[in-house]
């Protein structure tokens, strides 16, 4: 059985730094894509960033310039850093993969496995 596990959600003091960490297990995604979103209340679930499975990172519009995006294959897990956060980067945080070596866009219909998501509140 899959399982992806995130941590490092909780409350974040705007223009800080959110760090989010996944740990994949049942599954080998060192070569397969991985990937982050996340849902602000009232709205719908967005896509974040992504790594692929050659290690290559993409970051989407919302935190462009904000986000590194990571893979660790040898720890089968996914990190998030997030600079300068402010109140729109709240939302619930998840984690997401497909056993495909490429991500493609960043669309939740695309990925196979999900984490349970945390919790992110930027206050101060």
């Known amino acids: 059985e899959v399982q992806l596990v995130e941590s490092g959600g909780g409350s974040v003091q705007p223009l800080g730094t959110l760090k989010l960490s996944c740990v994949a297990s049942?599954?080998?995604?060192?070569?397969?894509?991985m990937a982050w979103f996340r849902q602000a209340p009232g709205k719908e679930r967005e896509g974040v960033a992504s790594v692929n499975g050659g290690g290559y990172p993409f970051v989407g519009e919302p935190v462009k310039g904000r986000a590194i995006v990571t893979k660790d294959g040898a720890k089968n897990s996914l990190t998030l850093e997030l600079r300068s956060v402010n109140a729109e980067d709240t939302g619930v945080y998840y984690c997401a993969a497909r056993t495909e070596y490429a991500c493609g866009e960043i669309e939740e219909h695309l990925f196979d496995y999900w984490g349970q998501g945390t919790q992110v509140t930027v206050s101060s």
């Open positions: 049942g599954y080998a995604f060192g070569r397969s894509c």
